[in-house]
């Protein structure tokens, strides 16, 4: 089990039987969330039961409905004692599955016999109940893999298909909630309804929402593939607890924001890795990794759940134009909640240029000139004046998207009214509105905005989220489009020798890829130390050649500006108490900011680079960039930007200014040469010196694969 910098666990999981492959992974999930009839397996005449909720819920369903139970057979009540002979009165494409575990998978089968080409498992006590759930779920997945039914759960509470009338949940209340165009696809049962309910309020209906649970066959990226057909589908919010299969998730996630835009909520960035366990069964995914594999592939990132209602909920709406850096305009008819937004805008990295000369005019006509007008444009409140305000903002040429807020007022502005009246003029420039209130009037206003299109939010917080979506989709698109198809594995650039390989080979390897390193030495003796020392520019460091000792540091194993030969022998017998038998004498770099550079396998996802700023302060704040390797030099070139302390990179206090380009070139290096050789798998450069002459690498080590490092892993 391996624990990842930000407290989540990357593998090691109990997690679910193997998949099969081939068809069944690609196979259509018509049956599933479109059946022609349902089966409630389970059904009880005990109203608290969960086979009585499910058979409730289900009342609604236009096609045919057949309620089974064996043990309490009724059949004049429509209790059938088999799937079998509930099958003869009309075709179940749907099994509802509302039995203890241990008969599941028997349950699975029957169903499959009958006809079914789709079940649903509801109950728990699986994986996330220890060895005897584990093997419940093995025979499950056997089950499912051994019919070709399509299985979703065990351990969910189902899905919603509001506009196909079937509510296959459990859950009080979920009936209620109205078709639309958002689909859910969460890792929780829970999540999935809590996030139909966050968007029902806030008055977008659903297409599908659908809880994962333990996802013994159905993962979330089945679910995605088949939304990209879904033509009532116009966004997805998707929620990540757990990654099976990190690239196959990608690739989904990259082929659907193609046409609809994706915005991912990823559960983990603090130490949940033991509660996710006792969930569904399968240890958290790697937060860093998991949001950054779900961004480079297009999709949106929130923070928390109401982030993400409200961000899927705009874009289900509204979509910019792919833009490297598009520009908001924003207009407030009242500063306070004004500098809320702009406030959260900036924190975002949000663009928010200055108005042309000509929009500044004519503002200048239409508002007190005590009014801030540059952008964000104040109003000083709520007026007649305000459509026009909203018009010219959009009208800007530096304006991909115009974000206004007002409280409700109606007896001297109403937005809708606005928003009619900017239809007849409109620049085609989308707008976002936050109205402010309470009551059945602004209720009223908020659903009239959203009938016309408009992404309309309660409050500044919310405005800003939905401002933020829209423009990191309107980024992430351009990259993508400026990135070209997706890169592929080049060939291997260089030979390894076997490993392990000691500081000195590592070295080496980077050289045939391009990466400065100090002049140096690989020394057998103290003789040869003394030859280095004499041979090469001082002062030089001196350094404990061991590749089993890759972290020399921590052990005494590195003595820095050594000059003379006197100091020379001092380090020397200070490393062979430390365990050297071998040394490495290497000219000293020139001061600079020091980064560190990487790749390494990550068990969900394979190949991962990562840029960071060095030092410990650095690595205690984790302060680093990551993308999934082989890479794009386009996508290289945006990680030093992501980086908290990027400004240091620019010549921060007359310090080095970085060369992109030259840093990019290490990035992809490094990630095709860790994707063209299973046999290694991890590669570091720390530090990785930023200097007036370019970027040096001062250490590096190389793993390979089944070699065991010191805190006692294995690298396999």
Known sequence: MTASTDGAVTSGAPGPAPRPHGARRTAGLDALFTPRGVAVIGASRDPAKLGAALARSVRGFRGHVGLVNARDPDPSAGLHPSIR?????????????????????????????????????????????????????????????????????????????????????????????????????AASGGVNHALAFLLAEAGHGVSLAVGLGNGVDLTAADVLDHLRADERTT??????????????????????????????????????????????????????????????????????????????????????????????????????????????LRRRGANVPELGAESRRALASVLPPLTYQRNPVDTGRPGPSFATVLETVAADDRVDLVTGYALHEPGAFDPVQAVDAMA???????????????????????????????????????????????????????????????????????RLGPGPWDEHQAKTLLGGLGVATMPRRACESRAEAHRAHAELPGPVAVKLLDAAIPHKTEIGGVRLGVRTPGELDAALDALEKAGARRFLVESMAPSGLDLVVGAHRDPVFGPVVMVGLGGTAAEALADVSLRLAPLSREEAMTMPGDLAGHALLDGWRGGPVLEHAALCDIVVALGDLLAAHEELTELEINPLRLTAQGLVALDAVCVAADEEVPDGRTHQ
């Open 424 to 494: 007849t003029t409109r620049s085609g420039t989308p707008l976002v509105l936050g109205v402010g209130g309470t009551g059945d009037g602004v209720r009223r206003t908020r659903r009239a905005l959203l009938d016309r299109g408009v992404p309309v939010a309660a409050d500044p917080a919310g405005l800003a989220a939905m401002t933020a979506a829209l423009l990191a989709d309107a980024r992430a698109r351009h990259r993508l489009r400026a990135s070209g198809p997706a890169a592929t594995a080049r060939a291997p650039i260089t």
């Open 235 to 344: 966004a997805v919010a998707l929620h990540i607890e757990s990654v099976a299969d990190g690239r196959r998730l990608t690739d989904a996630v990259a082929r659907l924001t193609r046409a609809r835009p994706v915005v991912a909520l990823v559960v983990g960035r603090h130490d949940v890795g033991a509660f996710a366990a006792s969930h569904t069964g399968a240890l958290a995914t790697s937060w860093r990794t998991t949001r950054a594999a779900l961004a480079q592939a297009g999709a949106v990132l929130v923070d928390d759940e109401r982030e993400l209602a409200d961000a899927v909920g705009a874009l289900s709406l509204a979509r910019l134009r792919p833009a490297a850096d598009p520009g908001v305009g924003v207009v407030t008819a009242q500063a306070g909640p004004g500098l809320l937004l702009l406030d959260a």
């Open 85 to 185: 002979d509930a099958a003869e009165h009309g075709p179940l494409d749907l099994a509802l599955i509302c039995l203890p575990a241990p008969s599941c998978a028997q349950a699975v089968t029957e169903a499959a016999g009958a006809g079914a080409r789709a079940a649903i498992v509801y109950g728990g006590g699986f994986a996330e109940a220890g060895p005897d759930g584990e093997r419940h779920q093995r025979d499950l997945a056997e089950a499912a893999a051994r019919t070709g039914i399509r299985l979703l759960g065990p351990n969910t509470s189902g899905f919603l298909a509001p506009a196909h009338g079937l509510t296959a949940s459990f859950v009080p209340g979920a009936a209620d909630v109205p078709a639309g165009g958002i689909a859910v696809v």
